[in-house]
């Protein structure tokens, strides 16, 4: 056996029995208390605003139209929906308690949906050609006044970034809706289609629409930044009642003439939002939470 | 186990109590559409059944200065089912639209005779029976069913220049008649025959029904060059009138509703006026424009309009329709014990609505039938059918 490989093994065996040695005190220590700040973090209320946007998948489930075709199928006057398109915001505020890792919330918002669609319609002459087309365009718009019941789950807490996934239940209290309209005619009884406008109307439409709930899940991550906590969240919600009085479908309106009736629908959104919440349990006056 | 069951449970009561339920049939605004640029719908009175609805219609023809026969059928949410025509030698129906027992009745014209004929329909619309109602020249102009189940029909007479009232039975025998005079001379007469070939411009609101437990019937008609309401026993001369002014003034529209109180509307020239509650005397010489209460400036010039008696609650209502400067259907609710408008309703925004007729069916809910124009331009029957709680909600 030469030196060197001597030496080698001694090292060896020294690190080892260093190892084991540290191994054994380790195991004897006594059980460490949780710092102040993850007790702190472990239970906990936070309070905050909360605004963010939404995108609408109408989904039309009962469709009628205030038109009763006589020579035609009543499928030619469905509506053409918007799914995803039209751009809504809601503001609000963001209360939850926090236990390891589980947090119960509400998160009480002002929401604007906006959604859209077209419908068309075209008349024949004798000879089979088209006379006459009217389209016209609805741009709906439905205020709610929303209440989430959130169950959320943290994925894993590793330095001041928390994902999490969340799921709950909805109830929205319809506030306001208003529906504009803008008709265009197209005129073909001279050969080509001359277009010209058939006016755009604005009309208040609250009565025709009703509160609505739902489930709704996602998932976000919070980052515990500049003495603030903050919640990047995603959600889909689904309805599972639908956001127009049936009572009121085949009832007159102001667009009635042009066949305008809502149809029945369940309002799907996608919601991403911004949440700041605070804590509002401090250990002391002292503490530096981040 | 237990528990998932629970959770399931109420996860189903959850998501089914989103499915509410209603009722389609209560109320509705329909507007029966046709494909085609070159058809025209005119309504002219419905009648409601036991599967839904039956809408008598006007239509162009291209074979006759008349207007052709055409029924549509209905279903009870008043959604079209189907529609049938009648031949072409069947013109000029008119209205009402009168249910006796299960057969649904209305008056036409046999053009190649010029003879009133009784038109009668089933609900399913299996056909038209025809039967001769009036012999010999008679042009209709309107019907009823009397407290007997008889039928009375309105027409006129071009060679004898007279209006003449007759009693029909279900089957389409003739029962008694009588004619009055429209004066000598042609200028009524083409007023009458404008009536026919160019309703849209020149109709005239004719009508006729009888004094309940009274057997005295009342016309609105040309009697002796004047378009006046006339009261008659079918004796050689009239009871009683209430002139109008030759074509110039007169009733537009008028319901008794005891006795011989009226509610009626009518024109003076280009101004209407409403009197919910006027008291007729049908065994005199009276004068329509006396009974005019002050002007309805919403009313366009010498408007359609219907009048029927509402009760809710223990009270009252008289409800008229009409047609308004702005080209919509308007619904007045008068308490009849007052006289006092309690309620206004409007029908119709964006393209012109007018009025044909107005209902209340066996669930005290309002009919209102009329036509509509179609991206302004396609005219268009629509039925709207206001429940009793909507009515209700009108008042104030």
């Known amino acids: 056996m030469t030196r060197s490989v001597y030496l080698s093994a001694n090292r060896g065996l020294l690190t080892i029995v260093c190892c084991l040695f540290t191994l054994s005190l380790l195991a004897q220590r006594p059980k460490q208390m949780p710092s102040s700040f993850d007790s702190f973090l472990d239970t906990q209320w936070w309070l905050g605003i909360r605004f963010g946007a939404n995108f609408s998948q109408p989904f039309p489930s009962d469709k009628v139209s205030a038109f009763s075709p006589i020579d035609y199928e009543t499928s030619e006057l469905e509506k053409d929906y918007h799914n995803f398109q039209d751009i809504g915001a809601m503001a609000g505020m963001d209360i939850s308690f926090y236990h390891k890792g589980i947090s119960i919330g509400l998160q009480p918002s002002y929401k604007h949906v906006n959604y859209s669609y077209t419908s068309e319609r075209q008349w024949f002459g004798t000879g089979g050609e088209t006379q006459f087309a009217t389209q016209y365009d609805v741009s709906q718009y439905v205020n709610f006044l929303e209440i989430p019941l959130v169950l959320q789950y943290e994925i894993y807490r590793r330095g001041q970034i928390s994902p999490f996934v969340f799921g709950g239940l909805f109830y929205s209290f319809v506030i306001s809706a208003g529906k504009d309209a803008k008709v265009t005619y197209f005129d073909y009884s001279s050969g080509g289609g001359v277009e010209s406008p058939g006016g755009q109307f604005s009309i208040g439409v609250t009565k025709e629409f009703q509160n609505y709930f739902g489930a709704l899940g996602g998932l976000g991550a919070a980052f515990d930044y500049f003495n603030v906590r903050t919640i990047l969240a995603a959600s889909y919600q689904q309805s599972f009642r639908s956001i127009t009085d049936r009572e009121k479908q085949y009832r007159d309106n102001e667009l009635s003439s042009l066949g305008e009736a809502n149809d029945k629908i369940n309002l799907n959104n996608i919601n991403v939002s911004v949440s700041l919440v605070f804590p509002l349990r401090y250990i002391d006056k002292t503490f530096q939470p981040y | ?396």
């Not at chain 2, 206001?386 to 909600?393: E, G, I, R, V, Y």
């Open chain 2, 1 to 396: 186990m237990r528990r998932a069951y629970i959770i399931l449970l109420a996860a189903y009561g959850f998501w089914s109590c989103g499915d509410e339920s209603f009722d389609a049939t209560d109320s509705f605004t329909k507007i029966y559409d046709h494909s085609s640029a070159e058809v025209a719908y005119h309504p002219i009175d419905m009648v409601k059944t036991e599967e839904g609805f039956l809408i008598l219609a006007a239509t162009q023809l291209d074979e006759s200065d008349f207007s052709g026969v055409q029924v549509i059928q209905l279903d009870e949410k008043g959604d079209f089912v189907a529609e049938q025509t009648a031949d072409v030698e069947y013109v000029a129906p008119v209205g009402g639209f009168m249910q006796v027992d299960t057969g649904y009745f209305f008056f036409a014209m046999h053009e190649p005779t010029l003879s009133t004929v009784l038109i009668s329909v089933t609900p399913t619309l299996s056909g038209f029976n025809i039967a001769t109602a009036v012999a010999g020249p008679s042009y209709p102009l309107a019907g009823s069913v009397n407290d007997a189940d008889e039928l009375l029909v309105l027409t006129y007479n071009p060679e004898a220049l007279q209006t003449v009232i007759s009693r029909v039975s279900a089957d389409g025998t003739f029962l008694q008649g009588i004619g009055y005079t429209i004066g000598a001379g042609s200028d009524v007469e083409a007023q009458i025959i404008s009536h026919f070939v160019d309703n849209e411009r020149s109709g005239l609101p004719f009508f006729c029904g009888e004094l309940a437990g009274t057997g005295q019937v009342y016309f609105n008609g040309f009697y002796n060059y004047t378009l006046s309401l006339v009261f008659s026993s079918f004796g050689d001369a009239p009871d009683g009138v209430l002139q109008g002014q030759a074509t110039d003034g007169g009733v537009s529209a008028a319901m008794p509703v005891i006795g011989s109180n009226f509610s009626l509307v009518g024109f003076q020239f280009n101004d209407n006026f409403v009197t919910p509650a006027a008291t007729l005397d049908p065994n005199g010489i009276n004068s329509s424009i006396d009974l005019a209460q002050g002007t309805i400036s919403e009313l366009k010039s010498r408007s359609k309009a219907d009048i029927v008696l509402w009760e809710n609650g223990g009270n009252q209502y008289v409800v008229v329709a009409a047609e308004t400067q702005n080209r919509q259907v308007v619904l007045y609710i008068y308490d009849y014990a007052s006289g006092q408008m309690v309620g206004i309703e409007r029908i119709g925004y964006q393209n012109a609505f007018t009025l044909s007729s107005i209902k209340v069916d066996d669930e005290n809910a309002l009919l209102v039938l009329g036509s509509t124009y179609v991206s302004g331009r396609f005219e268009r029957a629509f039925l709207k059918k206001l429940s009793a709680d909507q009515l209700k909600s009108f008042i104030q």
